[in-house]
Structure formats: C-alpha cells, structure tokens
C-alpha cells in the first residue's frame, strides 16, 4: 500500500531548532520508540500530552501507546473561556473542559477570540470529545488580510479531515476539502460562495458539516452547498474508500499562512505574506471570533465493535471505519511521563509541567525516568495542505517542506484598548482584549511555528 504523509503547513508540527536534537520522529516505516511511544500528529515522539488528542496510533509504538479518545458528546457549547483547557494542563479528563488550546484565546462578549500575534503561530482550540459521525455546527465570524486562515475542521488522530477554511484575501467563499488518512489528492477541494454576497467578516454565519456513514455535507446557515457520497470514494489501489470514516476532534484555528518560512504555494495560497502592521489587526493581534459549536452524535456505525460507551480505541493498522472499537476504558494519564501503555507513571508528578520551549518537561519525580522528556507537541494550524506547492487556492495546495521558524512573541503586542473595536469596514465594536502575549507564547508549546514534514511513501 502506498501512502502519502503529509502533515502541511495548516497542522505544522515542531520547531527543529527547539526540539532536542535526539528527539525521535514518526511517519511510514518508523514507528516511535519504546521510552517515547506516542506519535504526535506533528511526526514527534514523546509521552504525556503526545498521547493524549491528535496521538496517532499507526506510528506509535504500538496501538495502545495512544491514550483512548474520549466519546462522541452531544451538545451546544456557548464558547467561553472558562471551558478552554491549556494543553499544558490536561491530562485528558474531558470533564475538566470542553476545549484544549495551544496559543492565546481570549474571551470576548458571547464568544471567544483566536488571536494570532506577530511571530506567533496564532491559536487552536481542538474538543476534548471526539465525533465519530454526526452534524456538526459551528458560528463564527474569520479574520481577514494577506496570508491569515481561518478553519473550521474536523481531524482524526489517523488524519481522516473535513474541512471548512478561509483565506483572508477572500472574504466572500468558503473553501471546503476532505482527506483519507492524509493522502493528498487535488481534486478533493471546493469553494462555496456565501448567500447574497455577504462576507465572512462582517457577517456571523453557521456552517455545517453532517457527517454520516455514506455521505458527507456542507452547510451554510442550513443551505446544503456541497454533498460527498461515500460510495463515489472507493480507492482500487489502496482498496478501501478514500472517505473519512474515524473518530475526529473538532479543531477551531487562527494560523499564519504568509510567513516566509512557508512554502512560496502555501503563501500564494494564502494570498501573499502577512502585513504585521495591518489596519485588519487589533491590539497588536488578528483574530477571529467564536460563538459557539454544537455536535449531535450520529449513532455507532452498523456492524462496529462496541463492547462500552466511554472511549474509541483502534485494533488494527488499516485504520479504518471497521478497525475502531467503542469500549470502557478510561481517558486519562497521571502525568506528563505517563503513556497508554503505562497510564499511572510518575503521578506524583506536577499535574502541570513545566515546559520549555521544546515541550520538555522539567517536572520532578520520585521514579526513575529522564530529567527531560518530551512531553508536550508544538501546535498550529488546521488542516491539511499539499505538496506540490501549486498554491491552488481551489484544491487548497500549499507544500510539505516548509521550514521551521522562531515562535517568541515580543513584536506587534499593543499595551493598551482600543475603542471601536472592527475587523475591516465591519463587524464587532467595542473594545478588544489586550493580550499579553509572551506571557504564554514565549515559555511553552506555542513558542515555535512549525515546519511541515516531507512527503513520506510506505
């Protein structure tokens, strides 16, 4: 079986220059080791918060090393900042928040600020439940300007996508995309315009995706624009349906497409590199606003292993639909040193590392384990890009070579409120968040945007 791994631009994973010089990868052919078995989606090995969301069991060190993924969930989240878990805070009880975030969210009115500084890689909010199969909305206004992405998707931890994205240099289309276990294929992407020509700016919109076993849909405000059936997917060569079939987060992102350290397809795509100094800015910062997400679970699927309620785990390679098991195990590690394979390691440690910029954790411990392990993955972006670096703006096509970039965030941070408070010549007034910046960026896991990792063939 051939299989494309391209983790792009839009889910960049860790700095090379931060991250120790020992720390081992993951992709086809090289599974993570047994002292550090969990693949992060970003290609690092680690424990702790690598295998927690997002740990991908087909290049771990086995297929327990991966924490089981909290189940479907069905509810409306009115975003709040109170629901926001840091990824350097959870353990993965899903009782403790609704969300995990990388970056900086910041509350505002009935909803919540992505916000993205200057040599930052902007925020990401993933669900601590996953959904496997369901309808799934979320309201929200995007951000604007050269380079800036806004994405609304949906990411399984064996990369399974769907995706609603916005560049910022079109305000007036929804670019929406779908991947299988993360092979490029450009024919998958498709604008959709939005009703009567309003923009994506000034307008808060609902957008949609029902996703079931044999067919997908796009929404806008209950407008289906775009159906995907299941049945129009079968893949000949890898023998199975090209169509995303497994437990996904729910990934709400601000991320920088247009900085230099991309590829020049991934910056076309984006429309061109980012002004630092836009009037589309605030306090020193892009953003986006969030109102809220619902899900409504769909059933389990016909014929799945189902033995509990509470949690998916995998078992078998293949990563498919009928390789996932819904059983009663439990979410959670006791620390940053713990793994699937070893839950209750260290649980005396700091339920809150403390981490370096290369997500190294300092905590001390009574057991026996390494002064630094990598514990906690570099975080960004949304959702998966090409690699040809055609820059298609259709199929969404950026590159997988992007080369890593420096995170500290110091440049373009405002120490005071602005009043009046818009994006572009619209939208939200009132007054913005001043957002401390460094205060989280500069000593934890958002202190790095990320490289994208090559295309790998298996």
């Known amino acids: 079986m051939v299989r494309h791994f391209t983790t792009a631009a839009l889910v960049a994973a860790l700095s090379a ?9 993951c992709g086809p052919g090289s599974l993570c080791p ?13 424990v702790g918060a690598y295998c927690l969301g997002g740990c991908d069991p087909l290049f771990s060190f086995d297929l327990n090393s991966c924490v089981p993924a909290p189940a ?21 009880d899903a009782s403790k928040g609704n969300w ?14 992505l916000t993205m500084a200057q040599d930052t890689s902007g925020t990401l909010l993933s669900s601590s439940h996953y959904v496997w199969y369901g309808t799934i909305e979320a309201k929200f206004t995007t951000s604007q300007g050269k380079g800036v992405v806004t994405a609304f998707i949906m990411m399984s931890d064996v990369r399974d996508e769907i995706d609603f994205e916005f560049v910022g240099v079109d305000i007036y289309d929804a670019q929406t995309n779908f991947y299988s276990q993360g092979v490029t294929n450009y024919d998958n992407g498709q604008n959709i315009s939005l009703p009567d020509g309003s923009n994506t700016v000034q307008n808060e919109f ?3 995706i029902d996703w079931q076993p044999d067919q997908l849909t796009w929404a806008i405000n209950g407008d289906v624009k775009r159906t995907l059936n299941k049945a129009d997917t079968w893949n000949d060569t890898a023998n199975r349906y090209d169509y995303p079939q497994t437990p996904s987060r729910v990934m709400l992102s601000l991320w920088p497409a247009g900085i230099d350290s991309n590829s020049q397809g991934t910056i076309d795509w984006a429309g061109g590199l980012i002004d630092w100094n836009s009037p589309y800015m605030q306090n020193g910062y892009y953003y986006a606003k969030f109102s809220s997400v619902s899900v409504t679970c769909a059933d389990t699927p016909d014929g799945a292993n189902v033995t509990g309620s509470q949690a ?13 098991a819904l059983v009663d195990a439990d979410t959670t590690l006791a620390s940053f040193y713990a793994t699937g394979d070893d839950p209750s390691k260290n649980p005396n440690a700091s339920a809150s590392a403390s981490a370096s910029a290369s997500g190294t954790s300092t905590a001390s411990s009574s057991a026996s384990t390494s002064a630094e392990v990598n514990t906690i993955p570099g975080v960004s972006g949304g959702g998966n890009q090409g690699s040809d670096g055609s820059g298609n703006s259709g199929s969404g096509s950026g590159s997988s070579s992007d080369t890593a ?54």
């Open 72 to 92: 479907c969930n069905s509810d409306k989240f009115d975003l709040s900042i109170d629901e926001v878990v840091d990824i350097s805070e959870y353990l993965g």
């Open 206 to 208: 609902t957008y949609t």
């Open 17 to 25: 220059s931060l991250v120790s010089a020992d720390q081992a990868t």
């Open 100 to 113: 995990v975030s990388s970056g900086q969210p910041e509350q505002y009115g009935d909803g919540v600020l």
């Open 34 to 46: 047994e002292d550090a078995p969990c693949c992060s989606l970003y290609g690092q090995c680690g």
């Open 312 to 324: 998916y785990v995998y078992n078998d390679y293949a990563g498919t639909n009928n390789t996932v």
């Open 405 to 458: 970039a420096s995170g500290t965030a110091s440049a373009g941070t405002s120490t005071e409120t602005q009043s009046g408070w818009s994006q572009g010549s619209g939208g939200q007034t009132g007054s913005a968040p001043v957002v401390d910046v460094k205060e989280r960026v500069g000593g934890s896991v958002f202190a790095v945007i990320v490289a994208v990792l090559g295309l790998m063939v298996l």
